[in-house]
């Protein structure tokens, strides 16, 4: 057993073609289930998407469960917020059967998932420089992405019949996208006290991530680097000196192309 929970270990946190292929592969995977949410979402419950929600469902909490096995601190990997919104999402596939209320909206949480999990970071900044150079506004650009379709979901189920379908639930991301961006064209409202309240959730919540992902695309891009002296850990890409206690760095850098 313990060499079967050294192999597991290794695939989830090795560094080897094997495990990082594993890990991109667990990526896409949770791409395809949260496509697979958001296409379903307004679709109403069958028999088939009863038992492909629980097959994600069983695969998601075996993945779950080899991660608790395998942490060295099961409570903090209890605690990240990635875990905590695939223990909602697996909640939401399994019982489902069990509520007659709509539980989709949840599921869009696995979108956390996404570049979300540490290795899979530390894969992409080693392998990809579009990814070093853009990482913070590529992470907030998901963050944006998860927020808009899990509110859309949960305005869809709020403020919009299910028998409405597709067409309810494009209304819903139309008035999620319009309430966020504070444009307000007023041809979708909500009228209940828990709908506005929900309205204003949007707008305080969503104008905070937007702008985030606006100043992570505009602003003068920094590496990350923890100086060995001060652990200041965001630098120009070309520093040479630590700006907080000037610190000689040794940021890796690909060179200067062209002459």
């Not at 009863?50 to 209890?78: K, Q, Y």
């Not at 650009?141 to 949960?154: G, K, M, P, Q, Y």
């Not at 009228?191 to 949007?202: E, N, P, Q």
Request: glycine fraction near 6%.
């Amino acid at each position: 057993m313990s060499d079967f929970k050294r192999s597991v270990r290794l695939l989830y946190t090795g560094q080897s073609p094997r495990a990082r292929n594993f890990r991109y592969g667990l990526i896409a995977f949770d791409s395809l289930t949260i496509i697979y949410f958001i296409v379903t979402a307004a679709i109403p419950a069958t028999s088939a998407t009863i038992a492909l929600n629980t097959l994600f469902g069983v695969l998601i909490l075996l993945d779950l469960c080899a991660r608790f096995w395998i942490s060295d601190n099961p409570r903090r990997e209890c605690l990240q917020i990635y875990t905590l919104a695939d223990l909602v999402v697996v909640a939401s596939l399994l019982l489902a059967p069990l509520f007659s209320v709509n539980l989709g909206f949840l599921r869009v949480l696995r979108g956390l998932r996404l570049i979300h999990a540490y290795h899979l970071l530390r894969d992409l900044r080693r392998e990809s420089p579009f990814f070093r150079r853009h990482e913070d506004a590529i992470l907030a650009a998901v963050n944006l992405f998860v927020f808009i379709f899990v509110t859309s979901s949960l305005v869809f189920v709020v403020g919009f019949d299910e028998q409405s379908g597709v067409a309810g639930y494009v209304d819903a991301i139309y008035f999620t996208v319009a309430t966020l961006t504070t444009t307000g064209f007023g041809d979708i409202t909500m009228t209940t006290a828990g709908g506005k309240l929900l309205s204003v959730f949007i707008m305080v919540v969503g104008v905070a991530l937007f702008l985030q992902l606006a100043r992570a695309v505009f602003q003068p891009s920094k590496v990350r680097y923890k100086c060995p002296r001060c652990g200041l850990n965001r630098h120009d890409p070309d520093a040479v000196h630590c700006k907080h206690c000037g610190k000689t760095l040794k940021i890796e850098t690909e060179g200067i192309s062209g002459a």
